[in-house]
């Protein structure tokens, strides 16, 4: 058993706190905390009435580290659960070297003035943590999160040693707004409207962005536009297993979805800089936008259709080259019955408490600052299909398909 305190009120802390409550087998006490204490209070509320179970409640900046570290202490917390901003991630690693507590995050650290993500400041806080005896879990959403432990699953059961890594994400659900993100906004554009970056022989080759794209059919979702991105799991995945040749990241967009964010960027509206709009007021066009443009906690009861995030792996088993899709598709209506919360949101908040868990029942545990990949994949790989997201396993041809090209 092990108490729970969960950081940030948004859609994937809905699901990720909503899932805790339904292991109160395993997380005794759980405590969310948000700068805006009263998003906490609707979802413990939600949670009250739907599973029967008390969540507490609490304000915080998770900025600042003594507040964090004094938080963590009072409510007697084992494990702190951040799925705030990336921003905040620093400061959380911080606090819990302070209070004495192992971490869980679902995105790797950004500075809010540089649309630049690496693990490099996190990883510098292993020492840190061995030396607390403590453990902290980066990246335990779904992409970084379960795509590093399907990587890892291939790469320790199927697979002699992985050479090509795809990492295949798609969103074919609707909310029938014009243009709206279905995670934080300012997270979710900073990251498409960087350059596009992919690891071959050694080598991080960069493109200028949406610049790449091929159509790969989706099994059970359909056939879909994927553009070459870069995200963040491809940094731990080629350092933690170097006989990658070649790693890419591909994401699905719409048209409508890129003519807006064309139009967006076109005329300013992406920019982080903060401008002047009235007397000594600054604010970026970005953090305007995020303002007026639907909250994604609010898109779960208008989303249908699904997801369908995989990995393609291919390498060789006992001399004889091998492909396979390890995949898992997700409903939007179905997660919106079970959690309120669309399935961007839960792909994200079950490996969230599913990463938790590992931690408290010490299924994985090893002082230090680790990725997903350095632990055995199973354990994983069964909870997901426990807690709400199955897998499928495809062997696929190994030469010919429009991904090799
Ligand atoms: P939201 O923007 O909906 O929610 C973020 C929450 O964090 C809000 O409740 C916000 O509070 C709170 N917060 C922001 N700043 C602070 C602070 N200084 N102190 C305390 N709380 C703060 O984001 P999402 O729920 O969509 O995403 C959460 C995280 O999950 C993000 O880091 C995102 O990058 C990550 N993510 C990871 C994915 C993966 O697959 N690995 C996929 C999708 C998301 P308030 O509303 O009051 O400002």
């Known amino acids: 058993m092990a108490n729970l305190l969960i950081i940030g009120a948004g859609g994937v802390g809905r699901v990720a706190t909503f899932k805790a409550a339904m292991n109160e087998h395993i997380f005794e006490n759980i405590v969310l905390a948000s700068k805006t204490k009263s998003k906490c209070d609707l979802i413990a509320k939600d949670i009250k009435d739907r599973l029967g179970i008390e969540v507490k409640t609490a304000e915080i900046d998770a900025m600042d580290v003594d507040a964090t570290a004094k938080l963590i202490k009072e409510t007697n917390s ?8 990336p921003y905040q991630d620093l400061a959380i690693m911080d606090a819990c070297l302070k209070a004495g507590a192992h971490y869980v995050d679902t995105a790797n650290y950004e500075h809010p003035d540089e649309a630049k993500f690496e693990y490099k400041l996190q990883w510098a806080k292993d020492e840190e943590f061995k030396k607390a005896n403590l453990m902290a879990l980066l990246g335990s959403g779904f ?28 969103n074919a659900g609707d909310h029938g707004y014009p243009f709206a993100t279905n995670f934080n906004p300012e997270i979710n554009i900073r990251e ?60 699905t967009f719409s048209d409508k979805y890129l003519w807006h964010l064309r139009a967006l960027q076109n005329v300013g509206m992406t920019s982080i800089e903060p401008i002047e709009i009235c007397d ?21 009861p208008r989303t249908k259709g699904q997801t369908h995030i995989g ?8 001399g004889t080259k091998k492909r396979y899709y390890i995949y898992n598709i997700c409903d939007h209506q179905c997660a919106f019955r079970e959690v309120g919360a669309q399935c961007v949101s ?6 969230a408490m599913i990463g938790a868990k590992m931690i408290a029942t010490k299924t994985w545990f090893n002082p230090g600052v680790k990725n997903m990949e350095e632990f055995p994949a199973k354990p994983f790989m ?7 997201l199955p897998w499928f396993i495809k062997e696929l041809p190994t030469e010919g398909l429009k991904i090799d090209k």
């Open 78 to 85: 084992d494990i702190v659960l951040n799925v705030a901003l």
């Open 192 to 251: 498409i409207t960087q350059k596009g970056k992919f690891y071959e022989n050694g080598e991080w080759k960069e493109i200028e962005p949406m610049s790449v794209k091929f159509e790969w059919e989706y099994p059970g979702v359909g056939k879909y536009p994927s553009y070459l991105l870069y995200h963040e799991e491809l940094e731990s995945l080629t350092k933690n297993f170097p006989s990658i040749k070649r790693a890419r990241f591909f994401m």
């Open 280 to 300: 000594g007021c600054k604010i970026s066009p970005m953090e305007f936008l995020k303002k007026v443009l639907p909250d994604p906690a609010s898109l779960g």
């Open 346 to 351: 839960y792909t994200t908040g079950v490996p």
């Open 382 to 388: 069964y909870a997901l299909n426990k807690h709400g």
């Open 143 to 170: 992409d970084p999160g379960v795509t590093n432990v399907f990587t890892a699953y291939a790469a320790q059961e199927l697979l002699d040693e992985i050479e090509y890594l795809d990492i295949l994400d798609c």
């Open 311 to 318: 990995v393609v792996v291919t390498g060789y088993k006992d």
